[in-house]
């Protein structure tokens, strides 16, 4: 049940992303176009969106980490129980998080890499 319950928050946060980095192109088209304009090619319009994608997934993973800790803590002092934490469980959820930002940011920015520069200097 538990796996299920973690399983869709992951698809929801990773449509999240997904929506977060079609606006984010959306309201940086013109840039887009100025980029390409100058010499950018498809490939590093593609790399600037994935970072993007891949930054934000880490950002809201070490603020669900931090918070998950620190509640975990305060909780664990109110009831006597200190609680146990696997280091590397945590990493690997980091990495978990951060290919999630890559499959969800990566429909975006194939989305970005692919404007015309001309139309998207006319928007």
């Known amino acids: 049940f538990i796996s299920i319950v973690a399983s869709i928050s992951i698809?929801?946060?990773?449509?999240?992303?997904?929506?977060?980095?079609?606006?984010?192109i959306i309201e940086r088209t013109?840039?887009?176009?100025?980029?390409?304009a100058i010499?950018?090619?498809?490939?590093d319009i593609l790399i600037l969106f994935l970072?993007?994608?891949?930054?934000?997934?880490f950002i809201g993973?070490?603020?669900?980490?931090f918070l998950g800790i620190c509640l975990s803590l305060i909780i664990g002092y109110f009831i006597g129980v200190q609680p146990i934490f696997n280091y590397f469980?945590?990493?690997?959820?980091?990495l978990v998080s951060i290919f999630?930002?890559?499959v969800f940011g990566v429909f975006p920015a194939i989305k970005a890499s692919k404007l015309d520069p001309v139309e998207a200097l006319r928007k």
């Open 30 to 36: 013109n840039e887009i176009g100025i980029r390409k």
């Open 51 to 57: 970072l993007e994608s891949i930054t934000l997934s």
């Open 39 to 43: 010499g950018a090619t498809n490939l």
């Open 100 to 102: 999630i930002g890559v």
């Open 89 to 94: 469980f945590i990493l690997f959820l980091m």
């Open 11 to 24: 698809i929801v946060g990773g449509i999240g992303i997904m929506n977060i980095m079609l606006v984010n």
């Open 61 to 65: 993973s070490f603020i669900g980490i």
